[in-house]
């Protein structure tokens, strides 16, 4: 049985709204969010021109279809002429030790170039660009370019990206991750939501925080639907992703209940040290669900998706 890999109240949200007219491009579609993407118009619509970029082209596999992923070719991006950018294409910050700092920055420059350009296309009117959580600290400033290239990056594409935005004409929403979850996770193990389920199933949780650690969590499916729904609605905006506010202590309990009841939580003494609080407000998120009158998964709803996700196939 193939799983479920996003929700169908989701897939729905776009169906409403897509039709055989919209011509979608896909940038960064390899990764968490692009092969989220895929599923998720692959679910709301039986046809349409879709085309996928990636950095390193391959078939990609999702449930039952296959997705052809392809290469940057400017030219085959023009003929394509996009009416609908979803652009999922960035270096994540572990990349950062990896490539070292200049070269990392170069990369993503070059990424960020492509989807400017991009937009600057007759064909487009409507686009999403996911930012992230980091490009919002500290508030009054951009990020340290040398501490927080990633944050800095990211705050100079969602500036740039409305400027461009704004004299075409065209609905952009930006959208700012702070946690998330999903079925179609890369790297589980380097996110607390999906390395802790994948503890859990092992029968033993390690949290090796002291200190208290809260986060907001909202599904990935869920994000990338509302925010589509709100470019091809027309509507520009910045939405912060939220969700219910919950501890990592609280958040182990709640994936041991549903994943493995009895596996065993340990946890550092408190050190005293001051609270790790990454999150927004969950004012934006709550604000475009109402509007779209939409239900969000819950918590649990999420542990049971990404779980579903993570540990099929596992005995």
Known sequence: MSVVRVRPQAARLLGERLDVETRVLVLGAGGWFGSTALALLGDARASGPLLALTGRPRTLELASRSWVLEGWDW?????????????????????????????????????????????TLPSVRGALTVSSGAAALPHAAPPD????????????????????????????VVCRTWSVSG????????????????????????????????????????????????????????????GQLVELGELARAVVERVRPGSAIERPAPDGSDADRYHSDNRSWSERCARLGYVPATLEEQIDATAAGLLAGVA
């Open 75 to 119: 030219e085959q991006v023009e003929r394509f002429a996009p009416s609908l950018v979803v652009n999922c294409a960035f270096l994540t910050r572990e990349r950062v030790a990896e490539l070292g700092h200049d070269r990392y920055l170069a990369e993503n420059l070059l990424l960020s170039s492509r989807f400017l350009r991009v937009l």
């Open 145 to 172: 370019v040398e501490l927080n290239p990633y944050g800095y990056l990211k705050w100079c594409e969602e500036i740039l990206a409305a400027e461009v935005a704004a004299a075409r004409s065209v609905a952009l």
């Open 183 to 242: 079925s179609l996770v890369t790297r589980p193990h380097d996110y607390a939501f999906s390395d802790l389920i994948l503890q859990a199933s092992a029968g033993r949780v390690e949290i090796r925080a002291a200190h208290e650690v809260w986060r907001r969590y909202v599904g990935a499916d869920d994000l990338l639907a509302v925010s589509l729904a709100d470019a091809l609605d027309g509507v520009s905006h910045r939405v912060e992703s939220g």
